[in-house]
């Protein structure tokens, strides 16, 4: 696998991943809550396990196309949770801002707005 395609495959997992907790109600794919939604902090858990699980499918990449794996400090550590905070920005907003206002429009409303008169 060359390192261009190693990289494009990291970024789409990491997209993907970091966005998961916010687009799904069960707790890691598994359970649903007996409440029927999860709270804040599951989803806040469940987003850390993925950066975790992002880290370790970066490391082995890394270490297949390179054969060895850098040590990194702190600098990058903290570079790269940022970065995994941007690529959830999608689906945190669609959580907590864009789905609401589209279930308050409904489809009548949705029509009226966009209807040809």
């Excluded at 850390?48 to 850098?70: H, K, M, N």
């Excluded at 959830?88 to 279930?103: E, M, N, Q, S, T």
Aim: glycine share 6%; proline share 4%.
């Amino acid at each position: 696998m060359s390192e261009t395609a190693a990289f494009l495959l990291l970024m789409l997992v990491a997209v993907v991943a970091a966005n998961l907790p916010w687009l799904t109600e069960r707790v890691l794919f598994v359970r649903v809550p007996a409440t029927g939604r999860k709270r804040e902090w599951i989803r806040l858990l469940e987003w850390g396990f993925f950066y975790v699980v992002v880290a370790a499918i970066a490391a082995g990449l890394e270490y297949r196309v390179t054969g060895d794996l850098y040590p990194q400090d702190w600098e990058f550590w903290v570079t790269t949770l940022c970065l995994f905070m941007v690529f959830a920005l999608p689906g945190f907003i669609w959580y907590h801002d864009l789905r609401h206002h589209l279930h308050k429009r409904g489809p009548k409303k949705r029509r009226a707005v966009s209807g040809g008169d």
